[in-house]
């Protein structure tokens, strides 16, 4: 079951038909939601404020506006100096939002560039001087490049802040506001977060003006098509019940707290005859764009990441959320539950608990609003079996190979500095 679309076309709201043929090549026909509630606003010229869970369709929600602004605007681009500017959290999600943007920007002559880190700068450079009309960066390959005066921000007429709770997250909220601080004050701006909470609030009032507030789907509403499970199982037998979830079918994706076990955990499913990919910050780059393309293409079924890795992994179809180790908090579970039953679809979500950690676990998912079946389970579990299927049979992991895994700083250089790391 998906989203419920709402009435009508992208034409009927404003858009532009260039803009909807190139929408209707990339499938999107009809408006979800959070795209019928705020375009009309956004493509008015007002700045909006959105609130939507992640697969809510929000990407083409701001892509539509900032690209029509750009090109109603008629100005060349400058070297170095775009007229659009979106800030994500993370890679994965810079690379994702611009394979939304660029297929829209294309469709009306203007062009659009992937900054961020992990990869060279030098591709990146050799853009903005060409004249480029919309940067997708992360904040701190932006400010790298802006430092060594490669990018200014100064013509920027729309603006975008994605997952705007996730850069709170992550601690770069500081950099969004120096970044922010470049921009003219009278562009157009447009805030998406999945909460409101806190330093996010005060970002949207200091920057937002006189914003269309539009809220779809909050994140506290669990989807009626979310299943959750509680398994309580013996330390000795975590291992093997982790890995009789993770021989399903279905798409899975398996959470761990530390790279470490992201990389031990895909390891041992390798071992036991269960290709899976991991994600995590010990990846180069290239290694975990191959990694998540081989689980978005379903080449690889199983993707073990961490927390911060997988911010912004949008992944349609992801049957089985198993939350390997429970997190520390319940924002994070709401998140990482959020990567199954998107856009209506039915999702399994199982939280593998040792007996130490059941009364940690138990008031997590109160904060979080959630009812979970709950039980012991031990290897072969008939209960596993009935939530994930017969074993799934073929698939390959992507190999990751020495030259993969980026240098441990840490090891090298002491300890994580107080900042944050720049993604």
């Given at each position: 079951m998906?989203i419920?679309?709402?009435?009508g076309?992208?034409?009927e709201?404003?858009?532009?038909a260039?803009m909807t043929?190139?929408?209707?090549?990339m499938?999107?026909?009809?408006?979800?939601?959070?795209?019928?509630?705020?375009?009309p606003d956004?493509?008015?010229?007002r700045?909006?404020?959105g609130?939507?869970?992640?697969?809510?369709?929000?990407?083409?929600?701001?892509a539509?506006?900032?690209?029509?602004a750009?090109a109603s605007?008629?100005?060349?681009?400058?070297?170095?100096?775009?007229?659009?500017?979106?800030?994500?959290p993370?890679?994965?999600l810079?690379?994702?939002v611009?394979?939304?943007?660029?297929?829209?920007?294309?469709?009306?002559?203007l062009?659009?560039?992937t900054?961020?880190?992990g990869?060279?700068?030098a591709?990146?450079?050799?853009?903005?001087?060409?004249?480029?009309?919309?940067?997708v960066?992360?904040?701190g390959?932006?400010?790298?490049?802006?430092a060594?005066?490669?990018?200014?921000?100064?013509?920027?007429r729309?603006?975008v802040?994605?997952e705007?709770d996730?850069?709170?997250?992550?601690?770069?909220?500081?950099?969004?506001?120096?970044?922010?601080?470049?921009?003219?004050p009278?562009?157009?701006?447009?805030?998406?977060s999945a909460?409101?909470?806190?330093?996010v609030?005060?970002?949207?009032?200091?920057?937002?003006?006189?914003?269309a507030t539009?809220s779809?789907d909050?994140?506290?509403?669990?989807?009626?098509?979310?299943?959750h499970?509680?398994?309580?199982?013996?330390?000795a037998?975590?291992?093997?019940v982790?890995?009789?979830?993770a021989?399903?079918?279905?798409?899975?994706?398996?959470?761990?707290?530390?790279k470490?076990?992201?990389r031990?955990?895909?390891?041992?499913?390798?071992?036991?005859?269960?290709?899976?990919?991991e994600?995590h910050?010990?990846?180069t780059?290239?290694?975990?764009?191959r990694?998540?393309?081989?689980?978005?293409?379903?080449?690889?079924?199983?993707?073990?990441?961490?927390?911060?890795?997988?911010?912004?992994?949008?992944?349609?179809d992801?049957?089985?959320?198993v939350?390997v180790?429970?997190?520390?908090?319940h924002?994070a579970?709401?998140?990482?539950s959020?990567?199954?039953a998107r856009a209506?679809?039915?999702?399994v979500?199982?939280?593998?608990?040792?007996?130490?950690?059941?009364r940690?676990?138990?008031?997590?998912l109160?904060?979080a609003?959630?009812r979970?079946?709950?039980?012991?389970?031990?290897?072969?579990?008939?209960?596993?079996t009935?939530?994930?299927?017969?074993?799934?049979?073929g698939?390959?992991?992507?190999?990751?190979?020495p030259?993969?895994?980026?240098?441990?700083?840490r090891?090298?250089q002491g300890?994580?500095?107080t900042?944050?790391?720049r993604?």
């Amino acid at each position: 079951m998906a989203i419920a679309a709402a009435p009508g076309g992208f034409a009927e709201l404003g858009v532009p038909a260039a803009m909807t043929a190139a929408l209707t090549a990339m499938g999107a026909t009809v408006p979800f939601p959070i795209q019928s509630a705020t375009l009309p606003d956004a493509l008015a010229g007002r700045d909006v404020l959105g609130m939507a869970r992640t697969g809510s369709g929000k990407t083409i929600a701001f892509a539509i506006p900032l690209v029509a602004a750009l090109a109603s605007a008629d100005r060349p681009p400058l070297p170095g100096r775009p007229g659009g500017l979106v800030l994500v959290p993370t890679r994965e999600l810079a690379t994702q939002v611009s394979a939304t943007i660029a297929p829209l920007a294309r469709a009306l002559g203007l062009r659009c560039v992937t900054v961020q880190g992990g990869v060279s700068p030098a591709p990146q450079v050799a853009s903005l001087r060409r004249g480029v009309d919309i940067v997708v960066a992360t904040p701190g390959r932006l400010e790298d490049l802006i430092a060594q005066r490669h990018c200014r921000l100064d013509r920027v007429r729309t603006t975008v802040i994605d997952e705007a709770d996730h850069m709170a997250d992550l601690g770069f909220l500081p950099a969004v506001r120096r970044l922010l601080d470049q921009t003219p004050p009278t562009g157009q701006r447009f805030l998406y977060s999945a909460t409101l909470d806190g330093a996010v609030d005060i970002l949207a009032s200091r920057y937002l003006r006189h914003p269309a507030t539009h809220s779809i789907d909050p994140p506290e509403a669990t989807p009626v098509s979310l299943e959750h499970h509680v398994f309580t199982v013996e330390a000795a037998h975590k291992a093997a019940v982790v890995a009789d979830l993770a021989s399903g079918a279905g798409r899975s994706l398996l959470f761990t707290r530390t790279k470490h076990g992201a990389r031990k955990l895909a390891r041992h499913l390798g071992a036991r005859g269960i290709p899976a990919v991991e994600l995590h910050a010990n990846l180069t780059q290239g290694a975990r764009a191959r990694n998540l393309a081989a689980f978005a293409a379903g080449t690889t079924r199983v993707l073990v990441a961490t927390d911060i890795a997988a911010r912004g992994i949008h992944v349609e179809d992801i049957a089985l959320v198993v939350h390997v180790d429970p997190p520390a908090e319940h924002k994070a579970y709401l998140h990482r539950s959020g990567r199954t039953a998107r856009a209506g679809a039915a999702g399994v979500v199982v939280t593998v608990v040792t007996p130490d950690q059941t009364r940690d676990v138990a008031a997590l998912l109160r904060k979080a609003k959630v009812r979970a079946h709950t039980g012991p389970v031990g290897p072969g579990d008939p209960r596993v079996t009935t939530l994930v299927g017969a074993p799934a049979v073929g698939g390959a992991p992507a190999p990751v190979s020495p030259a993969d895994r980026a240098p441990d700083r840490r090891r090298r250089q002491g300890p994580r500095p107080t900042r944050p790391r720049r993604r």
